[in-house]
């Protein structure tokens, strides 16, 4: 049977169809470490990963009640605000991964890892910060802070990681008033490692811009608009050749760029991209809605 006619036909359902599955499993690895990082470096040593999982272990030390238990109840007005402030979608992978990291957190023994309080903070907020980087990449997150951090970041484009610092370092002061200010700063440490981590991971808030030059302007066009962002076309012309060109400039955010580069070679494989990160922009940024 040639298949040859039909290649876009087949392509777009398999994807359609792989894409849910590759979500579903990284979110259930995002909630794996995050369940591992809490309950083999921090909690052993009482030190607070920050967000609702801080709230919900100094619930845990200071009345004995289970702490993912606590944790998976706190998660469900921030749930419900973020369904409605961002998207279907979105709460839908949270809610599986706070489910999951519920169950992770309640079979994953409470491991004294490493005896040095330092170490548990540092280890603990860099396999946290891998889970909450991998959720967020896939379009979820892991709950709590996380999902008012999205909101503020989707709205405003402010960095995860700086938004995660200050909501859960207020947490992590609760925590030097309660107990020691010792384990408030070794917490502190581990929440500071934990976001400069996530910002590698998460770049949905980092913009760059598109610089493509390219003879196929109509056909790159056609293309590009599909990608939600605004285009502006300049006519150029090459130094050397003196042949006419068109330079097409688009401002995207990096996680978009894959994209970006894919539909450019595939419009035009003898195009030119120069892809420049941007520091500001001031006006009209569109950002593709979640759903």
């Not at 609702?52 to 619930?59: K, P, Q, R």
């Not at 004995?64 to 402030?85: E, H, M, T």
């Amino acid at each position: 049977m040639n298949l040859g006619k039909y290649p876009a036909f087949i392509e777009k359902p398999i994807k359609a169809s792989i894409k849910p599955i590759h979500e579903v499993f990284i979110t259930l690895v995002s909630a794996f470490l995050v369940a591992a990082g809490t309950n083999l470096f921090l909690v052993p040593h009482h030190l607070l990963s920050g967000g609702v999982t801080g709230v919900a272990s100094i619930i845990g030390y200071m009345t004995g009640w289970n702490i993912s238990l606590l944790y998976f109840v706190l998660n469900l007005p921030l749930i419900a605000w973020g369904w409605r402030a961002v998207g279907r979608r979105y709460i839908l992978l949270s809610c599986l991964s706070v489910v999951s990291t519920t169950w992770f957190m309640a079979i994953i023994p409470q491991y004294q890892v490493t005896k040095d309080p330092i170490l548990g903070a540092i280890f603990g907020g860099i396999v946290s910060a891998i889970g909450i980087g991998l959720s967020l990449r896939v379009g979820g997150s892991t709950g709590g802070f996380d999902i008012v951090g999205s909101i503020v970041t989707y709205k405003h484009d402010f960095a995860m990681g700086n938004i995660l610092l200050i909501l859960n370092g207020i947490v992590i002061l609760v925590l030097g008033f309660y107990k020691s200010w010792d384990l408030a700063l070794y917490s502190m440490l581990s929440t500071y490692i934990k976001g400069k981590v996530v910002d590698m991971i998460h770049v949905d808030h980092i913009k760059v811009t598109c610089f493509i030059v390219t003879k196929k302007k109509d056909e790159m066009l056609c293309q590009l608009r599909k990608l939600h962002h605004g285009i502006t076309c300049m006519h150029s012309e090459g130094g050397y050749s003196e042949e006419d060109n068109y330079m097409l400039m688009t401002v995207t955010t990096r996680y978009e760029v894959p994209a970006v580069r894919k539909t450019v070679m595939a419009t035009d494989p003898k195009a030119f991209m120069n892809v420049v990160q941007s520091t500001e922009i001031l006006g009209r940024f569109k950002r593709p809605r979640r759903s």
